[in-house]
T-cell receptor
Framework: DSGVTQTPKHLITATGQRVTLRCSPR?????VYWYQQSLDQGLQFLIQ???????AKGNILERFSAQQFPDLHSELNLSSLELGDSALYFC??????????????FGPGTRLTVL | AQKITQTQPGMFVQEKEAVTLDCTYD???????LFWYKQPSSGEMIFLIY??????QNATEGRYSLNFQKARKSANLVISASQLGDSAMYFC???????????????FGQGTILTVHP
């Protein structure tokens, strides 16, 4: 158990809908990363928050947004869903920003299926 | 931009044998981190081992070791004494400096599926 929790574990919805994925980082971790894993794109970085502020953006669609709350949990909002958004969405957290590396602990993921 | 290449889509190994999973990387950064993660069929991502670009010795964690060859830009994972439970997808990943523009995000390779035969 990494200490990172994600809910829900599975989500099935229809095209055009909006969903919210939730992540609680390990206790004390200030940094939250979101990744998407799909068969065609592999594992891709979406967005990162550090202590409530957005720090880095990757290949995140405009239909997707995220935020980190004062209690450090984070939510990833996916709207106008398309079939291609079906994927495993991971949240990862890390304790602090170091100079050379940033060990990240991954949650169990949310498997999103868009029908 | 950083890039990770894993050229072995699948690997097979006999139980108790050693296996090497290949990983090459490309970056213009002088400071970076290299990671290996294991993803079993259940889907979770399990951190295995880390190597910093300035570390002179190869990293080891139990049965896992990372063969780091900086000049060749390779960071191969060696698993010794393979076990049936090692059957999984293995990802090589790279992190830019946390002080850099991407604040330590991970860039992943495409993964290698390892199958351990009894």
């Amino acid at each position: 158990d990494s200490g990172v929790t994600q809910t829900p574990k599975h989500l099935i919805t229809a095209t055009g809908q909006r969903v919210t994925l939730r992540c609680s980082p390990r206790s004390g971790d200030l940094s939250v990363y979101w990744y998407q894993q799909s068969l065609d794109q592999g594992l891709q970085f979406l967005i990162q928050y550090y202590n409530g502020e957005e720090r880095a953006k990757g290949n995140i669609l405009e239909r997707f947004s995220a935020q980190q709350f004062p209690d450090l949990h984070s939510e990833l909002n996916l709207s106008s869903l398309e079939l291609g958004d079906s994927a495993l969405y991971f949240c990862a957290s890390s304790a602090k920003i170091r100079v050379s590396y940033n060990e990240q602990f991954f949650g169990p993921g949310t498997r999103l299926t868009v029908l | 931009a950083q890039k990770i290449t894993q050229t072995q889509p699948g690997m097979f190994v006999q139980e108790k044998e050693a296996v090497t999973l290949d990983c090459t990387y490309d970056t213009s950064d002088q400071s970076y981190g290299l990671f290996w993660y294991k993803q079993p069929s259940s889907g979770e991502m399990i951190f295995l081992i880390y190597q910093g670009s300035y570390d002179e010795q190869n990293a080891t964690e139990g049965r896992y070791s990372l063969n780091f060859q900086k000049a060749r830009k390779s960071a191969n994972l060696v698993i010794s004494a393979s076990q049936l439970g090692d059957s999984a997808m293995y990802f090589c990943a790279m992190s830019d400096p946390a002080g850099g523009t991407s604040y330590g995000k991970l860039t992943f390779g495409q993964g290698t599926i390892l199958t351990v035969h009894p």
